[in-house]
């Protein structure tokens, strides 16, 4: 495990990376960068490449929240950092309908220097309220995956905001024809925030290149999990991604887990 030091808002390693991921696809690697190995797959992906990264905070246990719903906050204030920083890597932050529904998140870039994403929530039946936070026009572009169109009334805070039709399968979208989609209006480098139903979806599409597991020093005993992929029988049917392992600041534990490279000793 790797200890990172100096892991605090406009640090000199966090700038580097920022103004590199700026080179659109630049193959030049900061020296002696700490950060370099979590954030360089992000800041090195161009539209070409194009990176989707999957993210989550969790207890020890894999909890995500309470029986309750209460998940303020699971992890401290490094993992809260680090998420800031996805955000502000990416083309855009993909949320669920019902993430924003029981967290009405900002998905904006407060805790660090760094653009805000575009935001994008998937929203197959029109579950989501005119007035969320996400909808709030401060300059990102807003973007509403739907199965038909939703007018908005001229009153809504809403205005703005772009829709993307996609056809339903089985109960929801397609991940892959999302991200085709997204790609077609110039979004490549996606995070998938949340929740543990949406981020599930794309993990067992396969179309996740990464994914950040942030599990805090904490046992909640009971309430949601934070992944749940289809059932498999045997154990040499699991994923085994080459992980890295990173201790952040308050105790939490972030895993790099690189889905593109099996473990040594797995059959790719």
């Not at 990416?90 to 220097?113: K, M, Y």
């Not at 829709?163 to 997204?182: K, N």
């Not at 990464?210 to 699991?238: E, K, N, T, Y």
Request: proline letters at 7%; charged letters at 20%.
């Amino acid at each position: 495990m790797i200890g990172i030091v100096d892991w605090y808002r406009d640090s000199p390693q966090w700038l580097e990376i920022l103004a590199a991921a700026r080179h659109e696809g630049s193959s030049a690697e900061p020296h002696a960068n700490a950060l370099w190995p979590i954030y360089g797959p992000l800041a090195k992906a161009g539209c070409a490449r194009g990176i989707v990264i999957g993210q989550i905070g969790q207890s020890l246990d894999g909890r995500i929240a309470t029986p309750s719903g209460h998940s303020h906050y699971i992890n401290g204030a490094g993992a809260i950092l680090h998420l800031h920083r996805l955000r502000a890597l990416v083309d855009a932050v993909v949320v669920g309908v019902g993430t924003v529904i029981a967290d009405d998140p900002q998905l904006n870039v407060r805790h660090e220097s760094g653009p805000t994403p575009a935001r994008v929530v998937i929203d197959p039946n029109g579950r989501l309220p005119a007035r969320a936070k996400c909808l709030r026009d401060d300059g990102a572009r807003r973007i509403i995956i739907h199965s038909s169109h939703l007018a908005r009334r001229d009153s809504d805070p809403s205005q703005g905001v772009e829709y993307v039709q996609l056809p339903q399968s089985q109960g929801g979208f397609d991940p892959g024809e999302m991200l085709a989609a997204l790609a077609h209006i110039g979004l490549h480098r996606i995070l998938v925030e949340g929740g543990a139903v949406t981020l599930s979806r794309f993990l067992a599409a396969g179309c996740l290149n990464r994914l950040h597991v942030m599990v805090a020093p904490i046992i909640i005993g009971s309430g949601p999990a934070g992944m749940a992929l289809p059932p498999i029988a045997r154990l040499d049917a699991a994923l085994r991604p080459k992980v890295a392992t990173f201790a952040l600041p308050g105790g939490d534990v972030l895993f790099d887990c690189d889905l593109s490279k099996p473990r040594e000793g797995q059959d790719a």
